[in-house]
């Protein structure tokens, strides 16, 4: 749809929920990408604005370390992908696993800021492997462990090219693996990132396409910075970082959100999926 028709409608929402008293407003989904991701959002309606991206990623990753523990791998020990490693979100993923996995390799089409990114990383995290490149299949073929995170309307990603054994985490808008490519592979695991589960069972009096109670980490972010009264504009433009990432974590886990049961594009996973990548991994070769 033409942007600006866009923009209009979404400040017309935010003028209504300002006049119902609303005090912070938060963009879901595809919405968070419109005006500047909300900066034109803000300056039209002059209160805080945030898309929710901070907790989406702190939920995403979270999600990905629990679905590794259960599948024995050890983050520790891991090599982990990051297709996307030079956008705003995986940029933020990549600084925040670097403490904890044994090799990062970085994936992006842009080789110049790969380089500048990869200079910065071995600095500051000198025990950590780091490899770039922006062939996806080199990289895969390397990672146990793989976030995506593109904004591209194509898919990039191959599911072919996945390794059996592996675990995969899609941040992408829109997705880069869809329900029917992942049926193609019975040999890895797609987990679904940034579902949480509210304190208290609410009813939201409308439907996320989420069972009943459970929420998106984006529109959580709302819930939680309005729990805090912290009313600002935590999520916006480019201004994501993995010290707000730590921050939004502590403040849902201080008012009892959680990450909700692991699921694969909305079905929880069972134990047998992880005691079947288990076994995959003892296959293949140890990175």
């Not at 898309?51 to 939920?59: D, F, R």
Request: charged share 20%; proline share 4%.
């Amino acid at each position: 749809l033409d942007k600006g028709f866009l923009l209009d409608h979404i400040i017309e929402a935010g003028e209504i929920a300002k006049a119902q008293g609303a005090k912070i407003i938060g963009l879901g989904a595809y919405s968070a990408f419109v005006g500047k991701r909300g900066v034109d959002i803000e300056a039209s309606l002059k209160m805080p604005i945030t898309t929710g991206t901070a907790y989406t990623i702190a939920t995403a990753l979270l999600a990905l370390e629990e679905a590794a523990l259960l599948a024995n791998i050890k983050m520790e020990d891991s090599s982990i992908a990051i297709i996307g490693a030079t956008g705003s979100i995986g940029r933020v993923c990549v600084e925040l696993l670097a403490p904890k996995a044994k090799k990062i390799i970085l994936v992006a089409r842009n080789s110049k800021k790969l380089n500048d990114v990869v200079d910065a990383l071995r600095k500051q995290y000198p025990n950590t492997e780091f490899i770039f490149t922006n062939n996806i299949p080199e990289g895969l073929a390397q990672s146990q462990l793989v976030l995506v995170s593109t904004n591209t309307p194509g898919t990039v990603l191959n599911i072919k090219d996945i390794t059996p054994g592996s675990i995969i985490c899609d941040l992408s808008q829109p997705r880069n693996i869809s329900p029917e490519d992942a049926a193609q592979r019975d040999d890895i695991l797609v987990i679904d990132g940034g579902v949480v589960d509210p304190p208290g069972n609410p009813n939201f009096n409308f439907y996320f396409g989420l069972p009943s109670g459970l929420a998106f980490a984006c529109m959580a972010e709302t819930m939680i910075l309005a729990l805090e009264k912290k009313f600002e504009s935590f999520s916006i433009g480019g201004n994501i970082s993995a010290s707000k990432v730590n921050e939004i974590r502590q403040l849902g886990e201080k008012h009892g959100f959680k990450l909700a049961e692991l699921k694969s594009f909305g079905k929880v996973v069972n134990e047998k999926v992880f005691e079947k990548i288990k076994s995959l991994r003892q296959d293949c070769l140890t990175f």
